[in-house]
T-cell receptor, first 110, second 114 residues
Framework: NAGVTQTPKFQVLKTGQSMTLQCAQD?????MYWYRQDPGMGLRLIYY???????DKGEVPNGYNVSRLNKREFSLRLESAAPSQTSVYFC?????????FGPGTRLTVT | GDSVTQMEGPVTLSEEAFLTINCTYT??????LFWYVQYPGEGLQLLLK?????DKGSNKGFEATYRKETTSFHLEKGSVQVSDSAVYFC?????????????FGKGTRLHILP
């Protein structure tokens, strides 16, 4: 039982490049989330998906898009990366109000 | 809207000291309350939870009691260890939570000195 997995673990992008962060969970959870964590800022919700086929904006959605590919997978896309998107990105899924987090993707945009 | 406020860090203690990290919340009705812990280089993981007033959550020597009258959920441990060094997040799940969202505090970094 792997829980929540994320790929890649580390990524360096140049300004303007695009990339997709992948997330998958094997716990059959309906709800999935993408957060970013910046030093001293705690967690900020980017997008979430309450169920397969639905997505909604969180606190800081600008510059990101998401896809809930199926019940297991929820990807986050940066279409044109900016230095302000340098952060650690966490995916999570929820069951009975408990969130399970992936190990994170550390993204640097130069 | 619903929110969580926790004490700012970093908190630095010596091994075997008593720990308190304060957390208060604002919410409608009776939310569920949580403490999550994040060890260096890892994602958050649930440490303990309480789902109704006067409940006490406990795990790994940590405890927190859901106090409705003071809207608080303070984290305590009687004797901390170096391995407890981490960032601790207080969180709540609103009463009417259609989207299963969790609201997190900003986190408190804890350093334990040997």
């Amino acid at each position: 039982n792997a829980g929540v997995t994320q790929t890649p673990k580390f990524q360096v992008l140049k300004t303007g490049q695009s990339m997709t962060l992948q997330c998958a969970q094997d716990m059959n959870h309906n709800s999935m989330y993408w957060y970013r964590q910046d030093p001293g800022m705690g967690l900020r919700l980017i997008y979430y998906s309450a169920s397969e086929g639905t997505t909604d904006k969180g606190e800081v959605p600008n510059g990101y898009n998401v896809s809930r590919l199926n019940k297991r997978e929820f990807s986050l896309r940066l279409e044109s990366a900016a230095p302000s998107q340098t952060s650690v990105y966490f995916c999570a899924s929820t069951s009975f109000y408990e969130q399970y987090f992936g190990p994170g993707t550390r993204l640097t945009v130069t | 809207g619903d929110s969580v406020t926790q004490m700012e860090g970093p908190v630095t203690l010596s091994e075997e000291a008593f720990l308190t990290i304060n957390c208060t919340y604002t919410a409608t009705g009776y939310p569920s309350l949580f403490w999550y812990v994040q060890y260096p280089g890892e994602g958050l993981q649930l440490l303990l939870k309480a789902t109704k007033a006067d409940d006490k959550g406990s795990n790994k020597g940590f405890e927190a009691t859901y106090r409705k009258e003071t809207t608080s959920f303070h984290l305590e441990k009687g004797s901390v260890q170096v391995s407890d060094s981490a960032v601790y997040f207080c969180a709540l799940s609103p009463l009417m939570n259609r989207d299963d969202k969790i609201i997190f505090g900003k986190g408190t970094r804890l350093h334990i000195l040997p």
